[in-house]
Each structure stands twice: as structure tokens, then as C-alpha cells.
């Protein structure tokens, strides 16, 4: 899952007032549907002291697959009637963008080795119930009681930092979790092309029942029922009795809202990329083998890349890519095998300063 996310600036008594909220109170709006229904996506909005901080999520092959890339959908995302009446009136603190795993591809075992004891987002405890910081944390807890074992007798070997998955198992259920991902996620990468087939509809029934994040502006409103027998149902049934159901069930109509009101200003991804702090390393962390590039079917990567670091050269007809306005979310590493990606040198890279 890929994410875009800004921190944009609000004062504390504007927050309060428009989240109905006491000193010191936050609170968190998860939504899902537009603008991000047809890549499987969600949003989240949240409160600071005296910011807020708005994401919008996306599967990454489904983004990179859709080609509408998440930043243009963020900037839909902004004009959503209740997103809008939340943010209107701040002013751009930072800019982000990252993936999140959501675990299951490596295996337990794999968690450990000589000298290493992979913890949190590239550890694969993360799954759809235990997801981000809270498995991150445990990780880290687990992680450093091991490894303060480890120091007094002076022995990192594999043997010896299983402790970690002891530990793990005694003090946390992720260890089961874990599991359950694994399987999730072979079960998921096997059926991947039905699901994406399906997800939509699925998206567009929630979008009904989460009315206030998920308001479709300007646009005639399916109904769930009609939307879930067109969608689904009407796929699975045999031809004939398709025939005689369809007619009757119609995808229908209910609420078409359309909302009239100044749309938020833009500042553009060049303004969002000067409010990251990037230190420019020496070598390129990044290096692409362009002679796949004139091939490429789709160029996925120039949809993809949240930094807009990918450009396409008609003149010579290859790919330009910029390696220093990275914001190293790793989402051009996992969708095309052109990409040879690592970290910038320690130091050096993006920094995120703000939450
Ligand atoms: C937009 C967005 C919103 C999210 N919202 C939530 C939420 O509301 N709740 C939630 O629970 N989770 C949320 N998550 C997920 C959560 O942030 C991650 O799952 C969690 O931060 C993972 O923690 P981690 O310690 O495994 O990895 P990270 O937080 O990614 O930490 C890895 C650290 O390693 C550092 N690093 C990388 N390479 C090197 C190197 N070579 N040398 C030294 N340091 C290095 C990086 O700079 C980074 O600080 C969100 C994620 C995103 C992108
Ligand atoms: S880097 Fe080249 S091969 Fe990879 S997605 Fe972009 S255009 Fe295609
Ligand atoms: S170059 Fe790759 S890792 Fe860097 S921001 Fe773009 S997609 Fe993310």
C-alpha cells in the first residue's frame, strides 16, 4: 500500500472548533471510497496540536496499474465537500509519501539471522488487524530485550537471537498473526486478478454506508443493492436466470449531492517537494537500467513515482529519472525489476519531520 500524506497547518482553536474537540483532545476519520475506490484505497485525516495530517492511501499495482497517479487523486481528495470543510484555510507543513507493508511474504524463520533481527514494517508482522506502529513497537521491545541478552553473553548468532520469536510468542499474538498474513498474502497474490475485478464494486457499496468521508459530488449515487447484483452477483449466475433477475434489479438512484464552494488552492508538487528536507547523498541510491524502458508497456513508474521523479524523453525516447528529489517510499522498487534500489548512505535522504 502506497501512501501521499501532507501535514498541513492549522491553528489549535480552528481545530477545536471545526473537531469539536477540548484542549489537548485529537481525533482520527478513516474513510474509504472516492477518490480512491478504484485502487482498493483509503484516507485518513487526523489531528495534531496545531496541525493536521491527511493521507490518502492506494494499492501500489493498482495505482501503478490505473494510471492516475495518487498525487492527482490526493488533490480530488482536497476538494471532497467534508474533507475540504476539515482542511480549508491551512497551509502546507510537509509532504510525505511511503509504503506500508502489510506483511505475510516472509516467513517467520526468516525474522532472524546471524548478526540480524528484522522488526516492524520489514519484519512481515503487520496484517490487516495488526497494522503500523503498535506491531512496530512490540517488535522493538522484543527486539532490544534479546538484544540485551545477546550483549551480555557476547553472542549474536542466529541461535541465539531466536530469542526474539520466544520472546515474541510469549508476550505478543503476532506470532500467530504472523501466520495468518503469510497465508492471506499467498491466498490474495493467487486471486489478485478476480479481486481487482471485484474491489470496485466492493468500494462503491462501502462508499454508501460511509457516508460522511465518502460522498460522491456531483454524481448520481448507485444503491448498494444494485450496485453489489451488477457488480457480483449477476456474474455468478447462470445465464438464463440472469436474464429474468437483471431487468428487475436496477442499479438506481437515490442522493445526487453536488456542492458549490471555493475549491482549496493547490501549491503543486513542486512546492511539496520543497517542504522535505532531503540530503543529497554523493552516489545515486537509485539506478535504473533504461534498455527496458523504449518496451515498457505502460511506464508505471512515471504514474507511480509520488516525487514525480520519473519523466518520459519523447525526443530520445527514454526515461529520465532524478535520484536526488526522492522520498525513498519504495514504490518504484517493487513495480518494475528495471530499478536497482537501496537506501541513500547513513545521513544522507529524506528526512520526515512531522507526524
Ligand atoms: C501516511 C502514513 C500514515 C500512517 N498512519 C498510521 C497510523 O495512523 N497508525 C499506525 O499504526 N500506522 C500508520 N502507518 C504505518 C506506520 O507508520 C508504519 O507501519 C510504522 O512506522 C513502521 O515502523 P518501523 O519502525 O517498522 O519503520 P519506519 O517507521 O519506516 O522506520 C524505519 C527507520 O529506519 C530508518 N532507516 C532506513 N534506512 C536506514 C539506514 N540505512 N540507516 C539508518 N536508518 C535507516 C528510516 O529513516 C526510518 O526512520 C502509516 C504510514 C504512512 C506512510
Ligand atoms: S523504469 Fe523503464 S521499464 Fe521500469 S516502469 Fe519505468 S519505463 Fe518501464
Ligand atoms: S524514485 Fe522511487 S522510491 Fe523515490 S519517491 Fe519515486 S517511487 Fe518513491
Known amino acids: 500500500m502506497l501512501a501521499v500524506k501532507e501535514v498541513l497547518d492549522l491553528p489549535p482553536e480552528t481545530i477545536e472548533e471545526r ?10 476519520y478513516t474513510g474509504f471510497g472516492y477518490p480512491s475506490d478504484d485502487v482498493g484505497g483509503a484516507v485518513s485525516l487526523y489531528t ?14 493498482m495505482v501503478a496499474a490505473g494510471g492516475v497517479s495518487l498525487h492527482s487523486k490526493y488533490i480530488q481528495l482536497k476538494e471532497h465537500p467534508f474533507i475540504h470543510a476539515c482542511v480549508k484555510g491551512s497551509t502546507l507543513r510537509e ?12 516467513r517467520l524463520k526468516d525474522t532472524v539471522g546471524n548478526g540480524v533481527i528484522l522488526c516492524g514494517d520489514a519484519s512481515g508482522f503487520n496484517n490487516v488487524v ?7 513497537m512490540a517488535c522493538g521491545m522484543m527486539a532490544a530485550e534479546t538484544v540485551e541478552r545477546a550483549l551480555k553473553k557476547n553472542d549474536f548468532r542466529r541461535k541465539t537471537l531466536k530469542q526474539y520469536l520466544a520472546l515474541m510468542k510469549e508476550k505478543t499474538t503476532l506470532v500467530e498473526s504472523h501466520a495468518e498474513a503469510r497465508k492471506q498474502s499467498i491466498w490474495f497474490s493467487k486471486r489478485r486478478p478476480k479481486l481487482k475485478q471485484y474491489r470496485s464494486t466492493i468500494a462503491s457499496v462501502l462508499d454508501n454506508y460511509t457516508y460522511n468521508v465518502s460522498t460522491f459530488m456531483g454524481k448520481e449515487r448507485p444503491s448498494s443493492g444494485g450496485v453489489l447484483y451488477h457488480g457480483i452477483i449477476k456474474d455468478l449466475l447462470p445465464a438464463p436466470l440472469r436474464w429474468i433477475v437483471s431487468p428487475f434489479v436496477r442499479k438506481g438512484t437515490d442522493v445526487a449531492l453536488t456542492m458549490d464552494y471555493d475549491s482549496v488552492a493547490d501549491v ?9 528536507i532531503i540530503q543529497k547523498g554523493t552516489h545515486p541510491h537509485i539506478k535504473v537500467d533504461g534498455s527496458a524502458c523504449p518496451e515498457c508497456d505502460n511506464r508505471q ?52 519531520r512531522w507526524g
Do not use: K
Not at 19 to 26: D, M, Q, S
Not at 49 to 61: E, H, I, T
Not at 130 to 136: D, E, F, L
Open 19 to 28: 473537531f469539536n474537540l477540548l484542549p489537548n483532545e485529537g481525533c482520527c
Open 48 to 61: 495534531n496540536r496545531d496541525s493536521l495530517s491527511l493521507a490518502l492511501f492506494g494499492q501500489v499495482d
Open 95 to 106: 509532504y510525505q509519501a511511503h509504503i506500508i507493508s502489510d506483511g505475510g511474504r516472509i
Open 130 to 136: 495488526y497494522v503500523g506502529v503498535p506491531p512496530g
Open 268 to 276: 503543486g508538487r513542486e512546492d511539496r517537494m520543497a517542504s522535505v
Open 301 to 352: 513508474c512515471i504514474v507511480s513515482c509520488p516525487a514525480g521523479n520519473y519523466e518520459w524523453n519523447e525526443q530520445d525516447g527514454t526515461i529520465l529519472f532524478n535520484h536526488e528529489g526522492c522520498l525513498e517510499c519504495g514504490t518504484c522498487r517493487y513495480i518494475c525489476d528495471s530499478v536497482d534500489w537501496s537506501y541513500p548512505s547513513h545521513g544522507m535522504g529524506v528526512r520526515f
